[in-house]
């Protein structure tokens, strides 16, 4: 069991509100209201803006020059791959990059994203990884649970694009070496007493992306 099975072991409640959200059973079943899809889509594009500013301050904490490279490949991940699919799903609705990048924060993008900043900020690359880890390892395993047989098998699915990205190959492959990489880090800098501290970070994190569903959930039905 490596160290990111052991924190959602750990943290199984917290993890479990966040990987079987409403949002996610309904977008899983197709009938996630498009308001709500909306709401997420621009609220996490801005909050992606933060994150990357998340593994930039990972590559300045790097401690090495292949933890360096590991925090340049979650930012190019979020950069490159992630935040087009959102520029991309959100000019569907006739919305310009700039106009998303406009939008104001609502509440839980601001709370989970200031919070992965500030255990950064406050605390080592082992603790701001932790922090990251229920988004960056997390929607892999979201998005392979969606669709187990593959993105071909959902058809004309409505949320096939989004479902397909988490659930492909390419990021399942940037997810796995972030779960590589943790597992190192925990490997260096870890202690048992200090694993009890990491499930905190590692619990909050997944409660915040609960709240972070439940907020399209509310904005899109409200």
Known sequence: MDIFDRLKSAAKADWTSYVDHAFVRQMAAGTLPQAAFRTYLVQDYLF?????RAYAL????????????????????????EMDLHIRLCGRWGLTPAEIEAAPEHAAT??????VLDCGVSGDL??????????????AEIGRNLTPAGADALGDHPYRDWIGEYAGDA??????AA??????LAARAMTERRFAELTTLFAKASRLEADFWQMALNDGTA
């Open 171 to 176: 990021y399942q492959e940037i997810a796995m």
């Open 179 to 184: 779960r590589r990489h943790l597992d190192d």
């Open 58 to 81: 990972a590559i300045y904490k790097g401690r090495t020059l292949s933890d360096m490279r590991a925090a340049k490949a979650g930012l190019a991940a979020i950069l490159d791959v």
């Open 48 to 52: 992606l803006i933060q994150f990357a």
């Open 110 to 115: 601001i709370a989970y994203t200031r919070f």
């Open 126 to 139: 082992l603790d701001l990884h932790v922090a990251l880890a229920p988004c960056a390892i997390g929607y």
